[in-house]
């Protein structure tokens, strides 16, 4: 029973976070964003006391159920390890706490010093948002655009397509070398990854030794037939000792499921060992159930899609498909509104790219800064920040970018636009333009002779800097091509005007 429970709910947490992650269309963060949120790391980096304190106790009262059901790359490694059908895989080994401990260390230093990168990479919930945002939402929206083809051409605007686009090299590069060493370690060992370099499962496992609830053995009944780790993925049960190590037990359940004898028991209290030793060996193992989760996780997956709505994403009155820009070279990087500063989002930030995933204007990307590596980082050529749009600061678990609403955003400065004139097209080509001046939603730009005493002057571009916003409709909208004749400069610290 312990088993189908941890699966259900496992399954469920697992399913209904990838949703979250896969979402383009604006619609789940409403309902789902809180599963975000109580995952412990960003509780910790928020400083979220009330749910840290939540995981804690329920970690002393139930074990490290939080791997086994509400971490994402936990539950993940256990769709990996069902990948290998072969029955009673796994023995029992003793703690690596040359490796376990050392890691801890490493992550708390590198927290602590700021190398967010490195901090970021040992991160569980993280590392999973990496695979699910760089990995799995392409092919999330590529079947979207298939059904948005075979949907067009039977008259149906059920669903509308969407750019595809390889946001960050170096990122997708980590998150495709983070995947094959989860699919190495859980093919071979089950919860290696959880109990040798998971910086929370070291955390919690310091609680779970004293948990409440534990698996225990009832000697009188066991027959040292060692099913119970062959079938446990943590690697933690020594069936010739009648001992759990507790530090890494996952209570999935499993070992309970497999012991044939009703030898192990969940429970508060554990039956005195025998001292007699059995030596009764069963060579039979009972069949364990195949996993549904695969099948869950597909399903859910394509029938969210028919959740999508159809969102218009030309600005007023309509604009042409522009062609990809350079990215111009930026003095401050731009950071989202709600972000407050570029020290603020470094401090906090844990890189899980959810924000970035939840994006509907295609503005955030992560960065390619080596110590700010796979943090948020805003640029302009696929869209620009509009100032209605604050789903970045509703979804972001560790409080990286507070939460701002729609009025306020209007007034929070997060740069400045820059002219430079030699790209501008009324100077180069000897066109009329105007493009920044029309689109710009907070007024601060309007054309102006670029020489006042000749009447044939071209009208370029002059910015009020006072009332810019930096949201960069500007520098998206410009016409000038490989480089913007407008940018936005980012600010350190954000003002509000």
Partial sequence: MLRKIRTILAAVFFVLITLLFLDFTGTLHHWLSWMAKIQFLPAVMALNIVVVIALVLLTLVFGRIYCSVICPLGVFQDVLARLRRKKNKYSYSKEVRWLRYPMLVVFVIAGAAGIGSLFQLL?????????????????????NNLLALIAEHADSYAFYTVDTWMRSLPVFIIAAITLVALIILAWRGGRTYCNTICPVGTILSFFARFSW????????????????????????????????DYSRCVVCGNCIDSCK?????????????????????????????????????????????????????????????????????????????????????????????????????????????????????????????????????????????????????TSIQIGHAVWIKKNCVPITDGVECGNCARHCPSGAIEMVPLDENDEESPMVPAINEAACIGCGACEYVCPSRPFSAIYVEGHEVHKNI
């Fill in 123 to 143: 991160a569980p919930y993280s590392s999973y948002g990496r695979i699910a945002t760089m990995l799995f939402q392409p092919l999330w929206k590529m079947g």
């Fill in 213 to 244: 609830f534990k698996i225990h053995f009832d000697t009188d009944k066991c027959k040292n037939c060692s099913l119970c780790s062959k079938n446990c993925k943590a690697a933690c049960i020594d069936f010739k000792t009648h001992t759990v």
């Fill in 261 to 409: 004898f009703g030898a192990l028991k969940y429970s508060r209290k554990s039956n005195p060992v025998s001292n007699a030793s059995n030596t009764n060996n069963a060579s039979n193992s009972s069949p364990i159930d195949a996993s549904k989760r695969s099948f869950l996780l597909a399903s859910a997956l394509v029938s969210t899609a028919a959740m999508a709505q159809k969102k218009e994403k030309l600005m007023d009155g309509g604009l042409a498909e522009l062609e990809d820009k350079v990215a111009p070279e930026r003095q401050t990087p731009l950071t989202p509104p709600g972000s407050l500063s570029f020290q603020n989002l470094s401090t906090r930030c844990t890189g899980c790219q959810l924000c970035i995933s939840e994006c509907p204007n295609q503005v955030l990307r992560p960065s390619s800064d080596l110590m700010h590596l796979m943090q948020p980082t805003m640029s302009y050529e696929h869209g620009y920040c509009r100032p209605e749009c604050n789903r970045c600061s509703q979804v972001c678990p560790a409080g990286a970018i507070k939460p701002v609403d729609k009025d306020e955003k």
